[in-house]
C-alpha cells in the first residue's frame, strides 16, 4: 500500500512546488512528536518516501544552545518554517518545551502554561501565511517501547539509535503521558489538529500518516500551472531546433 500511493504523494508534491513558481504561498510542515522508538525515523523513510527529496528538509530540536536560550522557545523554530512550495519535517519540535520542560522541570508552571497559547498562536500566523501543518502524535505502548529498546542493545546496526537517556523517560512515563495529553489538549485547533497514531505496528503507522498527508495536499487544491507563453509556438520553435 505505502508504494500504491507514493506516486500520487510525489504528483501532490511535484503541484505544490510548481504553485509557489508563479507566486504561490503554499507549503507544508509536518510536526513528528512521540515516545523514543515511537517510529518517526521510520515515517520520515517510508510514508514520505514518494516525496523529491529536493523539496523536503528535516529538521530534529536539540537540547536548545546558549544562543538560543537568550531568545523566546520560538525563534530557533521560526527559521525553519517551510519556504513556498516546500515540504518541512520537524523530527521533534517546539512542542519539546511544553513536554520535557514540563516533566524535567526545565522551566516553571507559569511560564509552561504561557507556552501553550504562544504556540497556537505562532502556529496560526505561519496558516495564515501559507503553511499547512499537519500534527503528529505516535502513540506507542511501554511494552512496545521496551521491547525496541532491547533490540537495539542487541543490533550492532542498532546501537547508534540507542540514548541511556531512553530509559530515564521510561521511569518517568506516567509523567510523560500526562504531558502529552495536556499539550494535545491545548494546542489541537481546526486548523491545525493532533492526529494521534498507534504505533505499535509500524506498518499501520506508516500507512496512516502517508493518508493524513495526502489528504492535507490535496485539501490544497493545486494544480500545475499554465503556461505564460504561447505553448504551440514553442513546440514549433523545440521542433525545429
Known amino acids: 500500500m505505502l508504494l500504491e500511493k507514493r506516486r500520487s504523494l510525489r504528483k501532490l508534491q511535484g503541484k505544490l512546488f510548481a504553485d509557489s513558481t508563479v507566486g504561490g504561498k503554499a507549503s507544508l510542515l509536518i510536526v513528528l512528536q512521540g515516545m523514543d522508538s515511537s517510529g518517526k525515523g521510520g515515517i520520515v523513510k517510508h510514508a514520505m518516501a514518494g516525496m523529491n527529496a529536493s523539496g523536503v528538509v528535516v529538521h530534529g530540536f536539540k537540547a536548545p544552545t546558549d544562543e538560543e536560550l537568550r531568545h523566546d522557545f520560538l525563534w530557533r523554530v521560526r527559521k525553519h518554517l517551510p519556504e513556498a512550495g516546500m515540504v518541512s519535517v520537524f523530527d521533534r519540535s517546539h512542542y519539546e518545551d511544553v513536554l520535557a520542560a514540563r516533566v524535567q522541570n526545565l522551566a516553571d508552571a507559569a511560564t509552561i502554561e504561557e507556552r501553550y497559547g504562544k504556540i497556537n498562536e505562532f502556529e496560526q500566523e505561519a496558516i495564515d501565511n ?55 489538549e491545548r494546542t489541537s485547533t481546526s486548523d491545525a489538529p493532533w492526529y494521534v497514531i498507534p504505533a505499535d505496528h509500524k506498518w499501520y503507522a506508516r500507512l496512516a500518516v502517508q493518508q493524513i498527508i495526502l489528504t492535507k495536499l490535496r485539501e490544497l487544491e493545486l494544480d500545475w500551472p499554465r503556461p505564460d507563453y504561447d505553448l504551440k509556438k514553442e513546440r514549433k520553435r523545440v521542433d525545429g531546433a
Open 130 to 184: 501559507g503553511t499547512s501543518i499537519v500534527k503528529i502524535m505516535l502513540q506507542i505502548s511501554e511494552k512496545e517501547q521496551k521491547k525496541r529498546l532491547v533490540a537495539r542493545l542487541h543490533r550492532k546496526s542498532k546501537l547508534w539509535k540507542y540514548n541511556p537517556s531512553d530509559v530515564d523517560d521510561r521511569e518517568r512515563w506516567r509523567a510523560l503521558q500526562e504531558a502529552y495529553q495536556i499539550a494535545l
